[in-house]
């Protein structure tokens, strides 16, 4: 992008510091049919991919990673925060799309409901709430975690089904 002719950077122009917030999803979890998709961790290649996910993110010049409180999201944002030496905190509301008891499905079922959910979000489609529901939770908790931290670049580590 080219500098403008005042010399300030864009995020600088007119007097007004424009903030960016990244949007992560968690890397490779670690999938097992003995606990529920809301306590996997991250596969060993997941691990190895959030070291790539620094890199990436280093451009941004973050102040902070904020990630759900679920596992694999946490250590996504640990991970990548350790290797930037930036702060790490886990917030609650920014899990992913509620559906406790909905046990392991096969991949194309699994993919078939979310675009479902996707799709008609004010409709019940499976799991606790609907797509509706979810987006509202999460956008209240993105609100939340910008507030907390008011200024600077944001990374959020969160799920694909919100």
Same mark, same amino acid.
């Not at 909905?102 to 194309?108: I, K, S």
């Not at 529901?133 to 799920?159: M, Y």
């Given at each position: 992008?080219?500098?403008?002719?005042?010399?300030? #950077?864009?995020?600088?122009? /007119?007097?007004?510091?424009?903030?960016?917030?990244? &949007?992560?999803? !968690?890397? +490779?979890? =670690? %999938?097992?049919?003995?606990?529920?998709?809301?306590?996997?961790?991250? #596969?060993?290649?997941?691990? /190895?991919?959030?070291?790539?996910?620094?890199?990436? &993110?280093?451009? !941004?010049? +973050?102040? =902070? %990673?904020?990630?759900?409180?679920?596992?694999?999201?946490?250590?996504?944002?640990?991970?990548?925060?350790?290797?930037?030496?930036?702060?790490?905190?886990?917030?609650?509301?920014?899990?992913?799309?509620?559906?406790?008891?909905?046990?392991?499905?096969?991949?194309?079922?699994?993919?078939?409901?979310?675009?479902?959910?996707?799709?008609?979000?004010?409709?019940?489609?499976?799991?606790?709430?609907?797509?509706?529901?979810?987006?509202?939770?999460?956008?209240?908790?993105?609100?939340?975690?910008?507030?907390?931290?008011?200024?600077?670049?944001?990374?959020?580590?969160?799920?694909?089904?919100?």
């Amino acid at each position: 992008m080219r500098e403008p002719r005042s010399g300030k #950077s864009p995020s600088q122009v /007119r007097g007004t510091t424009i903030r960016k917030l990244i &949007l992560v999803r !968690h890397s +490779l979890p =670690a %999938i097992t049919g003995e606990e529920p998709a809301s306590r996997w961790q991250l #596969s060993e290649q997941g691990r /190895r991919r959030c070291e790539r996910l620094a890199g990436l &993110l280093a451009a !941004h010049h +973050l102040a =902070a %990673i904020v990630t759900s409180t679920e596992p694999k999201a946490i250590e996504t944002g640990q991970i990548a925060g350790e290797r930037l030496g930036i702060p790490v905190e886990a917030a609650p509301n920014l899990h992913e799309h509620e559906r406790p008891g909905t046990g392991l499905d096969t991949l194309e079922r699994f993919q078939a409901k979310v675009a479902r959910l996707l799709e008609h979000p004010s409709e019940w489609v499976f799991g606790a709430e609907t797509g509706d529901e979810a987006r509202e939770r999460f956008a209240t908790a993105v609100e939340d975690a910008l507030k907390q931290h008011p200024a600077g670049n944001l990374a959020i580590v969160s799920h694909g089904t919100v």
